[in-house]
């Protein structure tokens, strides 16, 4: 392991801890694997707000000599933070032999924070790309419809859901605790939390964690879209090699017979980018799933694409969650520019394409938000101490462009599929080396690997 040695100067101001509020901590509600306490935070709904919304923060108690704290997100991004970490006290052992353990359910999301926008936080399907400006402004209307819906709950909390105020979420949970530097775990779309704390509080940061997250610290918003067409390239190149010569030049041309003319399928039709989005699903699960997904695409050249359709309530590609905080989060973009990016990325990646949410999903479901996106995607400090991360085969890219942007990272990387080694997987290596970053400051060697 190599000893983090880093100038004091570049940590944290030269005083001393903030004094802490008093939070009552008493027993979490509900029952649990293990004992936790719950207390209550007010912060400002807008940095210059008086109104306030609560907080509802758990902590798992340090099992020694307690010498700091540790905040994490599990991604989503979702409420229920809470009994996220309540199902998996396991993975903080070590953690926990000299530090609390706490997370927070986030504002506006159902959970026990309150109040929640009253949304719908259900699977929302990715609509196909609009053939022209009228389709486009159709899903426009939709979208605003949808979330005008939404925002009637609470129209200040609505508008202020996005990663940076959730930041400042965090630095008000540091304050109450009295701790003089954030220690963070972030994985998933918790890592875009940590990501957005780090660049409002960098003086603040004594450690953090991201875990398969996507990279919402780029510079050049369409040149992180060519390199995440990239990687997914890479990944789904594992799937053609393993099925043989010829398969490839079929994948594509069913990919384009569908464009021309989407194959049915059980209840529903697939077209290009959705049959790309589908197998890419499959591929990411595992070695387990190819031969499924080979004799699917055989169906499909037949006229039946029912091998595709996923183990779920809806037969459609999307997502859960309903944007509210995606849309904040990430650019925008009209019909034009969609459109231009999707065929820029479809030449980049001829396998899969424009297939991926932050290309497909958010750009047609966040298209006439009534709110502005107020965080969007920009570089980390250089200040910050160094990072860690860890990301699968489908995600240790776009973790290690994050990290690589702070001087004397690492990043983990899992020779595997699956997402979210630290939380999801419960990687016994990675937990090990997470533990010692966040305890110790201590990295692993550069390109070190996890089994």
């Known amino acids: 392991m190599l000893k983090l040695l880093l100038p004091l100067l570049l940590l944290a101001p030269p005083h001393a801890a903030e004094p802490a509020k008093s939070l009552d901590w008493q027993p979490c509600p509900g029952d649990g694997v293990v004992a936790m306490d719950c207390a209550d935070l007010a912060v400002p709904i807008t940095p210059h707000s008086g109104r306030t919304i609560t907080l509802k923060i758990a902590r798992l108690k340090a099992t020694g000599p307690r010498k700091g704290s540790v905040l994490v997100n599990f991604g989503g991004p979702q409420g229920q933070q809470i009994a996220a970490m309540r199902s998996r006290p396991q993975i903080f052992e070590r953690i926990r032999a000299s530090m609390d353990v706490l997370t927070w359910d986030p504002r506006g999301y159902p959970g026990l924070s309150g109040p929640a926008l009253d949304c719908d936080w259900g699977f929302l ?56 530097r954030v220690n963070f775990i972030g994985t998933s779309y918790g890592g875009v939390l940590g990501q957005a704390y780090a660049r409002q509080y960098p003086h603040r940061v004594r450690t953090l964690y991201v875990d398969g997250t996507g990279n919402h610290s780029a510079r050049d918003w369409e040149r992180e879209l060519d390199a995440i067409a990239r990687d997914n390239e890479t990944f789904v190149r594992r799937f053609l090699d393993w099925a043989g010569p010829g398969t490839e030049r079929r994948w594509q041309a069913l990919i384009a017979q569908a464009a ?146 702070v001087p004397g990272s690492r990043t983990i990387r899992h020779d595997g599929p699956g997402h979210n080694l630290f939380a999801g997987m419960a990687n016994a290596c990675v937990i090990d080396h997470v533990s010692r970053y966040v305890a110790d400051r201590e990295l692993p060697p550069a390109d070190a690997l996890c089994p």
């Open 125 to 180: 399907r990715t609509p196909r790309f609009p053939a022209d400006q009228a389709g486009f402004d159709q899903l426009a209307a939709a979208n605003r419809a949808r979330a005008d819906r939404c925002r009637t709950t609470d129209p200040a909390l609505f508008d202020h859901m996005d990663s940076g105020s959730d930041a400042r979420d965090i630095e008000a949970i540091r304050v109450a605790l009295g701790e003089r």
């Open 260 to 405: 021309r003319e989407p194959i049915p399928a059980a209840n529903t039709t697939y077209d290009g980018t959705q049959l790309q989005a589908l197998a890419f699903f499959k591929i990411r699960r595992g070695p387990g799933q190819w031969t499924p997904l080979l004799n699917a695409i055989t169906a499909a050249e037949a006229g039946d694409a029912s091998g595709f359709v996923p183990d779920s309530s809806d037969p459609n590609p999307g997502v859960p969650g309903g944007g509210v905080k995606e849309c904040l989060d990430f650019p925008r973009a009209d019909h034009r520019q969609s459109a231009r990016t999707a065929e820029r990325l479809r030449r980049i990646a001829p396998n899969t394409g424009a297939s991926f949410p932050l290309a497909w999903h958010l750009p047609l479901t966040c298209a006439g938000w009534p709110a502005p996106v107020t965080n969007p995607p920009s570089p980390l400090p250089a200040t910050l101490p160094p990072l860690l991360g860890a990301g699968t085969w489908q995600d240790h890219a776009p973790t290690k462009r994050v990290t690589g942007q």
